[in-house]
């Protein structure tokens, strides 16, 4: 990357920009958030000019500075950008630029990278702004300590190193997320007071409870309007989320905005010569809301090599149609309905390896039980591949049950500290990946599986938190390491085999983060198939992830997790919006169900194209206040050229409201003109009217045509459904 001598350097793309001024000692922001547009030599000087802070009484004596690495050295009193210790010194970072790199990107954006030194604790700090083509902004620190003659010999505990962002005034309303098993990622609104707002993970994973995602932005900002600031830490391990608004402000900016890993003590000690590369946090910026926010984050993600490409195939999971009743011939009998409702992927869940006949024994000893098994998976995984299935199976590589041959032989492997362990989650310890033998027994055993059953798909579980990670006569924590080893294991696995798909599954959504992503091909959003939890959850999961990458099954009623009765077709409607798959006994199926879930098969295959490639819109039906702001819902896909777009209208619980009014329908041209259908192949939703409206019974016969104006900006009068009911409408652009 070449060098650079301009004083100031801007980093645009997709109508967003960040502008860094080369000051010294350490570099500035200026700006991030709205492209500026391109800035003459006259226009960046007043951009810096504008830069300057007022002096503030009973201050120090300068305007404040919010820079690229911010420290208490420049009157910075918020959270800074990294500290530690030199044995107890050296814990006054005075950073001063050593080199200045900058490359742009042809098709938009470019990298930025800006190298800091600290003489007094002989660390090194490079900063990397990459702004990709989205408009979306991924930023990280590497941290070195220096090596050479006369380098201390001590190592350097380093206790955070975080990536921060300004962000202005008007930005005054926070959002992000939490939950619980089965109802991940609930949103959660509140003002921008003064102080620090921070989330701390502390899970060894991000968590059902996750942040996932800290946005701010205009208050109340929806999904089609308002402005919105947000950043997402792509670390599959304990992180740190936060926004902070100082009386005195930041610079000539309100607040900050960051994140990054959430470091435990004594875990990452730098000897001369060692380093500590940050997690990349994800900035982006948006003036068109959540779906704004949303669709740059999508394109990022789709402009990835590595994101899956051709179809994604739907899938049936065994674990709600069996559980632990691994009967082979049950299985084929599953396997055939399986195919002949139009099933692409079959995947057998837990229960197949050594002595697992419940939750309570087996994790660890990765091999075929034979005797359930006698003849091994050949068989089953044979029938899947003979009816034109690829074939799955379940892991929970990181985890290890006491009961296990794994956990008598190795018990070294086991994460706890050395006085003992503390009590188990789910009949289940932690085993220590980081551990070499352990690492390699992983591998060895899950690549021979790969290979000799052909198995194209792993999904790849993690069903408890990780306390008390350390290992060791010392304690020593490895939380950190934890997530480096998992990730060269999962490296490793792909590289052997090209082509293998892996799903990060986290007693439900409880690993969902970019960082995972980077190595795996989908998500299990969450362990709960209730429609009714799915909707909110697949909605709030759709902020950072497109649908291709987010499991949506269809499952019985009643639902495994809440033993809700729920309809076929409001199951089936929900499922549609994701990775799609089945959890549930076909075998068990009437005629007519088994009619109605082939249909929605070919709807799948026929819509993929569109759900998977389009653009997600979700409707602003109440403020964000509303309490039953999700008792009634309008989301959908709209093709990218605007050809084309389905939207679901959904009912979850009952309301005050007897009729709704017009609802407009989002991501449209009001200049075109459209035809209008409601697809009716998985069954008409209950609905508490005895008819109309007008437009909804002509279009239930056929296609309507309605121009965009209607559609867009003053809407259509949907019908009053019952509780737990979805409606599917489909949208063409008029010839």
Request: aromatic residues 8%.
């Amino acid at each position: 990357m070449p060098t650079t001598s301009a004083r100031i350097v801007a980093l645009r793309a997709a109508g967003t920009s960040l502008v860094v001024e080369m000051t010294e000692p350490v570099p500035r922001v200026l700006h991030w958030g709205a492209d500026l547009g391109d800035l003459s030599d006259a226009d960046l000087a007043a951009l810096s000019l504008t830069g300057e802070a007022a002096v503030l009484n009973s201050s120090i004596d300068c305007g404040r500075r919010f820079t690229v690495w911010p420290t208490e050295a420049e009157g910075w009193s918020g959270t800074p950008a990294h500290h530690g210790h030199l044995v107890g010194g050296a814990s006054a970072p005075r950073l001063a630029t050593s080199a200045v790199e900058h490359r742009q990107d042809p098709r938009g954006g470019g990298e930025l990278r800006i190298e800091l030194a600290d003489a007094g604790a002989g660390l090194d700090v490079a900063v990397t702004y990459r702004m990709e083509p989205s408009g979306v902004l991924g930023v990280h620190a590497d941290l070195t300590r220096r090596a050479g003659e006369g380098a201390d010999p001590a190592p350097y505990d380093l206790a955070q190193a975080v990536t921060l962002l300004p962000v202005p005034r008007r930005a005054g309303e926070v959002l992000d997320f939490t939950g619980k098993w089965s109802r991940e990622r609930s949103p959660q609104r509140r003002p921008l007071a003064h102080g620090t707002y921070a989330r701390e993970v502390r899970r060894g994973k991000p968590g059902l409870d996750s942040p996932y995602l800290l946005a701010v932005g205009t208050p109340g900002f929806g999904f089609r309007s308002g402005e919105v600031w947000a950043v997402h830490v792509a670390w599959s391990g304990d992180q740190r989320f936060l926004v902070e608004q100082l009386p005195e402000g930041a610079g000539v900016h309100a607040a900050a905005l960051g994140g990054g890993e959430l470091l435990r003590a004594g875990e990452v000690r730098l000897a001369p010569g060692e380093g500590y590369r940050t997690p990349v946090s994800w900035y982006a910026w948006s003036a068109d809301g959540l779906d704004g926010l949303a669709d740059r984050f999508h394109t990022l993600l789709r402009a990835r090599p590595q994101h899956p490409a051709g179809p994604r195939p739907l899938v049936l999971n065994s674990w709600e149609a069996v559980y632990f009743d691994h009967d082979l011939d049950r299985l084929l009998r599953l396997v055939d309905k399986a195919a002949d409702v139009g099933v692409e992927r079959f995947v057998l869940d837990d229960g197949w390896f050594l002595g697992r006949r419940s939750d309570n024994a087996g994790l660890g000893d990765w091999q075929v039980d034979p005797e359930v098994w006698p003849r091994g998976l050949s068989p089953l995984a044979d029938h899947v591949r003979a009816r034109g299935m690829q074939f799955g199976l379940w892991f929970e590589p990181e985890m290890v049950n006491p009961d296990s041959e794994l956990a008598r032989s190795h018990p070294d492997w086991v994460l706890g500290p050395a006085a003992g362990r503390g009590p188990s989650s789910r009949n289940q310890y932690v085993l220590d990946v980081t551990n070499p033998d352990a690492w390699a027994y992983l591998l060895d055993s899950i690549d021979a599986l790969v290979t000799e059953y052909g198995i194209a798909y792993l999904k790849w579980d993690h069903n408890r938190d990780l306390h008390e990670a350390v290992h060791g006569p010392a304690d020593r924590p490895v939380a950190h390491a934890q997530v480096v080893a998992l990730y060269r294991l999962l490296d490793t696995l792909k590289e052997r085999h090209p082509g293998l798909e892996i799903e990060s599954c986290s007693s439900g959504g409880g690993r969902v983060d970019l960082g995972i992503l980077a190595r795996t091909d989908r998500v299990w959003a969450s362990d709960c198939n209730d429609p009714v939890e799915r909707q909110s959850i697949q909605r709030w999961t759709g902020q950072l992830l497109p649908p291709e990458l987010v499991g949506a099954h269809f499952g019985p009623s009643p639902a495994h997790t809440t033993h809700r009765e729920t309809s076929v077709s409001f199951r089936l409607a929900t499922a549609l919006f994701g990775h799609a798959g089945i959890e549930q006994d076909l075998t068990t199926c009437t005629d007519e169900e088994l009619a109605r879930i082939t249909a929605w098969t070919a709807m799948y295959r026929e819509l993929r194209p569109l759900l998977h490639g389009g653009r997600t819109v979700r409707a602003d039906l109440t403020g964000p206040d509303d309490p039953q702001r999700e008792a009634r819902l309008l989301h959908g896909v709209v093709a990218l050229d605007g050809s084309a777009a389905l939207y679901c209208w959904a009912r979850t619980a009952t309301s005050t409201e007897a009729q709704f009014g017009r609802v407009q329908l989002p991501g449209l041209a009001a200049k075109e003109r459209y035809d209008v259908r409601v697809r009716t192949e998985l069954g008409l939703p209950s609905m508490h009217q005895t008819g109309g409206p007008a437009w909804l019974t002509a279009a239930l016969e056929g296609w309507v045509r309605l121009p965009g104006a209607v559609l867009t900006r003053a809407g259509l009068p949907m019908p009053s459904l019952n509780p737990g009911q979805a409606l599917l409408i489909e949208v063409r652009r008029a010839a």
